[in-house]
């Protein structure tokens, strides 16, 4: 019998491939949203290709499974080509494009397009995956934020197993996140609250179409970014019926379904549709096999809906949640590593939820649209440390808390005389419920905060000089009714940005702009013993950009691009206890904020960043990126800067893949991160209050850790059948072998009973060598 199953299993995979095929739809729009009539697609290289009806759709059958490069054009548009598109015979998502209007005056020297898209508002310090990018990515183990990590300028975490996106030189919460324009401020699982940061993306990577980072130049739109804005754009639903897709991996397993629900009867369009998904972790399990003590659980859920009112309205539902359980549990026989481990681990029980409405309406005067989005987003997290974690007693420190905010976002786009405009305004309504107990520092307080944040933007942007010239300017003001002193006008934020075409292939870009961040509610809802609020004259957080660039367009396809950049921090929060800024934590299980905090820290972060870039051609794709930088904080005393956690001064990464035939694909990632400061451990203090771990603030930058060097390499080998395509891949993360580079840890001495000695003392964990982590997965759409 399985002799058989695997000779039918052999022989489907030598099948004739002229016999399978797939299909691609998708739709070209206008920037304003209005569709394209007769507008082209083409693959190229092959003769197939179609106009667009109408409703600005298309569809092209009967085209062999493989990876395309897909243009689309319209006659006085600005072409658009889309990299590394995969056709499957099943589950190929649609393709969508928005094409911008060209001059009317055109130049007698045609100007040399880049291989990605920007808006006018940034047009430098901007980088962007596709989906078969992302679904693809090495080492990433389907984990979109994991991806994100390796974009340039983005540092890894200490220990290089957390999500936090650490972007040239700020902060771990530095950075907002939006999924199809709705505000997502926890993507991870088990995330440091005050922060965003955790060990595993909510996101699944079979909803994502598109994922963009700007490190600078942000739109107008988006408050609260000091370092960088990434924006998940998610894909459509297939309009041609039901389908799935399951994937399976080393650590977790996940479904996806989608399917129209209503169609349209005058001209046959799809109305209305859903996009679902469900995770299953099962990482507790498999620590629980190789004897780890930690026993992380998890669920994630996803879902999209949209629904077509008329021609000129449509609704776009979306949401995201998740249920955390992070565990401990001493093996039979520990080792002191896994006792030391098992000691310190806090208890994390931690529940999030956001769901959104979109109102897209297009103006019937062709000139503009409006989006009015209507969100909440929701976290409960309880994190607990015991003296005692067998028995879970000696209770040490407790923060049980609620985080929910309810958003009303309207963006009005304009296009006028060719000026696009862009204005609009959030209204917010925060509630913070908090209940904490801290023996050490000897206070235990609830508090609880409700207050309206209010924010109004506007951005005009304009090409000059028959195209030569891209010129985009906004501001920006928000205000709060809880912090003291609170005003529009107090955090005014201009921004400026333009990009000049020296030559057919050269360009000049160029940005400068302020941003502010009010701080975290954590830091806001902090009580003393008399229940007062001792933060509530905090300041937002400023941010002054200033980044220069240029950039070589090689060739349709490649890209090369040399950036200056200078970041100035001002009224950034300092730890009193500590004396630190809190720019040096947020990057760990931990409650970020929750103690008495100074707006009087000042910081610095500049360098320049290399980027070389290659679109899929002739088989081969490739990134490669190299960033020196300083990264510097003040502390209590704005005149000394002190070297932070992050500055490694030398970054680099390198992305490559190559497609061979019969749909085998190998790609690699290899990440280099130099010698990057640590706070170490003041080993008296936590003798005395161990499993506590005291830092010793004062010693920060005294030592380094070890350079970071991680290599990972995947293999996919893909089949497509008449109702199923299959993606099977293997990967081997850190097949260098390298030594994760980590502060030096201590665990309590104990005798041959497991006792601890007398008098107390602490001993160092060894570090561990270095080890190739084998991974494999398969993916099926159906």
Known sequence: MKKTLFLLLFALSLTGFSQISGTLRGKILEENQSPLFGATVVLEGTSFGAITDELGQFSIPNIPPGTYTIQAGYLGFTPQTVFNFQIKSVGTPPLNFVLLEASEALDEVVLALSPIKRPKETPLSTQSLSAVEIANYPGSNNDVVQVAQTLPGVSPSIGGFRNDLIIRGGAPNEVVYYLDGIEIPNINHFSTQGSAGGPVGMLNVSFISDVRLSASAFGAQYNNPLSGVLQFTQRDVNPEGFAGNFRLSASEAALTLETPLSVNKDNGAVKTDVL??????????????????????????????????????????????????????????????QQATFDQVPFINQNSNTVGVTWKRRFKDQNGFMEMSLSNNSLWNTYSEYNDNASQTGLRFQNDALESETKLRVAVNRFDKAWKWSHGFHLQRAFYENSTLNTLAGFNYNTTLDFINYGVFTQGSKNFFKDRLAFSVGFRMDGDTFTKGSNLLKTFSPRVSASYSLAPSWKLNGT????????????????????????????????THLVLGVEKILNPAARLSLEGFYKYYSDYPVSLEDGVSMANKGAGFEVLGNEAIASVGQGKAYGLELLWQQKLTDRFFGIFSYTYFYSTFSGLDPQVFRPSVWDSRHLASFTTGYKLPRNWEVSARHRFAAATPFVPTDVAQTTQVYPQIILDYDRLGSEKLDPFNQLDIRIDKKWFYKKMALDFFIELQNALASANPQPPSYGLSRDASGLPVNPRSLFQIPIEEGSVIPSFGIVIDF
């Open 276 to 337: 679902f998904s469900v995770r299953r972790s099962y990482l507790q399990f498999l620590f629980e096999l190789i004897g780890l003590p930690i026993r992380p659980d998890y669920w994630d859920y996803q879902y999209k809906l949209n629904h077509k009112i008329d021609a000129y309205n449509s609704l776009s539902f979306v949401g995201l949640g998740s249920i955390d359980k992070f565990t401990v549990a001493l093996p039979e026989d520990p080792t002191p590593e």
């Open 512 to 543: 400068a702009g302020v941003y502010y961040k009010i701080p975290p509610y954590t830091m806001l809802g902090f009580q003393n013993a008399s229940q007062e609020f001792l933060n509530q004259d905090l300041d937002y957080t400023r941010s």
